[in-house]
């Protein structure tokens, strides 16, 4: 397993790079085995990168149908709620061709009655297209945002759903509205062949550092068992790199 650090200099060129990236490596995964999937995040960084991917001229060579999408974390909020992750990013994916059936969310609380069930539903949809004694599917590649306190997916320091052992986990109490999420599981994340972790701005910086340091915190934890990738902007980068 490699583990590597690439430092772009602002936060529009980290998400069109780390768009074409990213799609780039889908049609690198295509070429070897027709279903590709790719986890994605929300947050800021996170969205501008799927926006960036749904506009890519590189899509136009994948076939689309055997195109998966993943969600690392959503927040237990309706379908179409701002707070989700997946409602700024969905219309985009659909308008750049990517089948519904292949687009996989995680249910909100106009679908399901709490995150456990969400996390359930979740993990059946991963299942369907896991690998004989699996959970999850062979991810190709698993992208991460990294909030300021470390956070990957909706995985937070001192958690108790960072010691989570199958495939999802129903959160409460995230120190970060909204409180209730689903996330995948640090066993599932660490099961992707790349991890990619993304951090833009000096609010992310410390964060940075010490997950680049050890593995105190959620976001120096997770692995890729070919490629663990930190794509990063100059401001991320900047207490890492003193
Ligand atoms: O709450 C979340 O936060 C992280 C990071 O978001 P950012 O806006 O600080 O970049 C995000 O990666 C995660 O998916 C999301 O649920």
Redesign the pocket.
């Known amino acids: 397993m490699t583990r590597e650090v690439v430092v772009h200099p602002d936060a529009g060129v980290l998400a069109h790079a780390t768009a074409q990236r990213l799609a780039l490596a889908a049609l690198d995964a295509q070429s070897v085995r027709p279903e590709v999937h790719v986890v994605l ?6 969205t501008r990168v799927v926006e960036q991917l749904a506009a890519s001229e590189l899509l136009a060579a994948l076939d689309l149908t055997g195109l998966h999408l993943w969600w ?2 959503e ?1 237990f909020e309706p379908t179409g709620s701002d707070e989700r ?1 997946d409602t700024a990013v969905l219309g985009a994916l659909r308008d750049a061709g990517v089948p519904d059936a292949n687009v996989h969310v995680v249910p909100g609380p106009d679908v399901v009655g709490s995150p456990e069930e969400a996390g359930q539903r979740y993990a059946a949809e991963l299942a369907r297209f896991a690998p004989d004694g699996a959970q999850v599917p062979s991810f190709d590649v698993l992208v ?5 306190d470390g ?1 990957v ?2 995985l937070f320091p001192g958690h108790e759903a960072l010691g989570a052992t199958g495939a999802t986990v129903g959160v409460h109490g995230s120190p ?1 509205p909204p409180p209730e999420r689903v996330s995948l599981t640090l066993p599932a994340i660490d099961a992707a062949r790349r991890v990619w972790l993304v951090a833009s701005g000096a609010e992310k910086a410390d964060a940075v550092a010490a997950g680049l340091a050890s593995d105190d915190l959620p976001c120096g934890r997770v692995h890729g068992t070919a490629e663990t990738l930190w794509l990063l902007d100059v401001e991320a980068s900047a207490a890492a790199a003193r």
């Open positions: 995040t929300g947050g800021r960084i996170g690392g974390d927040r992750n991460l945002g990294v909030g300021p956070h997916a909706s970060k």
